[in-house]
């Protein structure tokens, strides 16, 4: 939550700021705000509340232009401290506007640096828990420190969690930068140099980094970057390459980033499996590192979306495994004194690596003795150097708030580590595994099909939610966990209350919603799942309930009891989930569009949750 963005180079530093917190909006977009150096001995401060395009305006409608500045740092906002407004935006300013912070996180002992900084005569301006950071960096230069002094010795008196940068009026040309827990990368450029919370911000400049570890800070100007302990000692690191194409987090003609990121799903269920499938028909997860043998019980620990894929690898590894395995929260978990040791695998997952609670459940996991496995879409994320293996789902960045393709990347992960699960354990014949193997093989041509064959019915299904007060996603087996994101999904996107329920519990409590203002989405798979689905589906018809169902095209019986069927192509078992998803995917977006609402950037939401 928040993104943060720096820069220290020539003529484009507004270009690279503006460009960097665009594609770092989906962190939070309740205000934003930039600080620059637009001469020797000045910061120049501007911050407008609401997204982006308002700050894009007040810097289009400056007077003169910025032209070229020597340094600047600029912030997007998801409110924790204070409510979004010009006051609490960032970036903020200490002693008389001469040094100016940009702030991820949670400083949690800023109540108490608060009155010690208002007992030493300082004024505060806004509600936030980084304004105070402003303060105590001015009092520091005041004193005669130089920035990168003064900023590793405030840096050692915060708590929380924390990504800050800082420039200085009386030192043009540099930004300094550091971190505890929330996320920061420094891009590396000719002449120029770079840093932001997250490595797409900088694609488009950059694809040169180095990371910053916990308690540890950058000082950056145009010609080096210097990494040190917040203590001083230098530190030595070695850059590393990404090789996302910028493109990627373009839209490329789609008109928004919600579609695009539905129609690359068959790309990255591709990208996913590729090189784990081997020629032998057998699955190669040796990247993992961690014995699987050995493996006597699984926890799944995540969040959202993460969580719902979760759900859907116990089905996949209890069948294919034989192993039990419970599917946590990770916010509940993280407190739970949670009982594990060597033979526990803990299989934490997070599209982005950084997400606060999943990271403390890995903690905690370790602290009970487990060994734990991350799934994770971003290489060199926190979670990746907190877990003892890891494996990467491959879908390339995700932009909208919703996710998308990197569910159906994780529940194909974790389909893999169900299959090498089961071939470690022995309890899946080779056979069967390499039956398996060529289904999966076929997930992102279904996938593909899914997605047109659903495409011209959506209007049909989007009007039954005109009226809609509430809505019922029903699913039985694989399709439990798919019916929980499709809610989600909808809820997220449109604000309409969305409720994923197993359809066998209608009948003790959710039955009392039906009504012709409760519309059902039910997903019909196949086998006993779908039968027993069928005749619940029946019984809130019979309530008048309007369905929409997302069924094979052959299944007759589903399409009599629909108002409206999206159809999914006939798909083994494996795959089920997968085709059931994308429909729902699109029904949320049709739903959301026709209210007028932004998909990509939904109120009150960020993409990544770096506060608990
Ligand atoms: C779902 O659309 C949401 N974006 C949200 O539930 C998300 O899945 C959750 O916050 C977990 O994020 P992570 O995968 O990055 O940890």
Redesign the pocket.
């Known amino acids: 939550m928040c993104g943060i963005v720096g820069y220290v180079g020539g003529s484009r530093s507004i270009e690279v700021l503006m460009e960097g917190l665009q594609r770092l909006e989906y962190r939070g977009y309740d205000s934003a705000g930039l600080a620059v150096q637009p001469g020797e001995g000045r910061l120049e401060v501007l911050r407008r509340v609401g997204p982006l395009r308002e700050l894009e305006r007040a810097v289009a409608e400056r007077n003169g232009g910025f032209g070229e500045v020597l340094a600047g740092i600029g912030h997007t906002r998801w409110a924790t401290h204070g409510r979004p407004s010009e006051e609490n935006a960032h970036p903020h300013v200490g002693g008389d506007g001469r040094v100016a912070v940009v702030h991820n996180g949670i400083v949690e002992n800023h109540a108490e640096l608060r009155k010690g900084l208002e007992r030493r005569g300082v004024g505060f301006r806004s509600e936030t828990d980084t304004e105070v950071i402003a303060h105590l960096l001015a009092e520091r230069l005041e004193g005669g420190a130089s920035l990168a002094e003064a900023f590793g010795e405030v840096m050692e008196m915060l708590e929380g969690a924390f990504a800050v940068a800082a420039i200085s009026a009386d030192e043009p040309g540099t930004v300094v930068a550091g971190r505890r827990q929330s996320p920061l990368v420094v891009g590396l450029g000719e002449g120029e140099n770079f840093l932001a919370s997250g490595v797409p911000a900088l694609l488009g400049f950059t694809h040169r980094f180095v990371l910053v570890e916990n308690d540890e800070m950058a000082v950056v100007t145009r010609s080096s970057v210097e990494l040190r302990r917040f203590g001083g000692e230098p530190v030595e690191r070695e850059p590393f390459e990404v090789d996302w194409d910028p493109e990627a987090v373009e839209l490329g003609g789609f008109p928004d980033y919600m579609s695009k990121e539905i129609h690359e799903q068959p790309q990255a269920i591709r990208a996913t499996l590729d090189g784990r499938l081997g020629e032998d028909g057998m699955v190669d997860l040796s990247e993992v590192g961690i014995d699987l043998s050995g493996v006597e019980r699984v926890v799944v620990v995540?969040?959202?979306?993460?969580y719902h894929a979760g759900l859907l690898g116990k089905y996949f590894i209890e069948r294919y495994a034989r192993v039990p395995v419970e599917v946590a929260v990770a916010s509940e978990y993280r407190y739970s004194d949670p009982v594990g040791d060597p033979g526990t695998l803990v299989v934490a997952?997070?599209?982005?690596?950084?997400?606060t609670d999943?990271l403390a459940a890995v903690d905690a996991a370790k602290g009970c003795g487990a060994r734990v496995l991350a799934i994770t879409n971003t290489r060199g994320s926190l979670i990746t150097r907190e877990a003892d293996g890891v494996l990467l789902t491959r879908t390339g960045p995700e932009i909208c708030?919703?996710?998308t393709k990197?569910f159906v990347a994780q529940v194909v992960a974790l389909d893999l580590l169900a299959m090498e699960l089961g071939r470690s354990r022995e309890t899946l014949a080779e056979e069967r595994l390499r039956e398996l193997v060529g289904e999966l093989r076929l997930a992102p041509e279904r996938v593909q099909e899914a997605i047109e064959s659903v495409s011209g019915r959506l209007d049909e299904a989007s009007a039954l939610f005109e009226e809609a007060r509430c809505s019922l996603f029903l699913g039985r087996g694989v399709a439990y966990p798919v019916a929980l994101e499709g809610a989600?999904?909808l809820k997220?996107i449109s604000y309409l209350p969305a409720e994923g329920y197993p359809a066998g519990e209608m009948k003790h409590g959710p039955i009392a919603l039906i009504d012709e203002r409760c519309p059902v989405v039910a997903l019909f798979g196949s086998g006993i799942h779908r039968e027993k689905t069928l005749s619940n589906v029946q019984e809130t018809v019979a309530r008048g309930a309007r369905v929409v169902a997302v069924a094979f095209p052959d299944d007759e019986e589903a399409s009599g009891v629909a108002s409206v069927v999206l159809p999914v192509p006939r798909v083994p078992e494996t795959i089920v989930p997968l085709v059931l998803t994308v429909p729902l995917q699109m029904l949320a977006h049709e739903v959301a569009t026709d209210r007028g609402l932004d998909v990509d950037k939904p109120r009150n939401?960020a993409?990544?949750?770096t506060v608990e």
């Open positions: 995540a969040c959202g979306t993460a997952i997070s599209q982005s690596g950084e997400t999943t708030v919703a996710a990197t989600l999904k997220e939401l993409k990544s949750v």
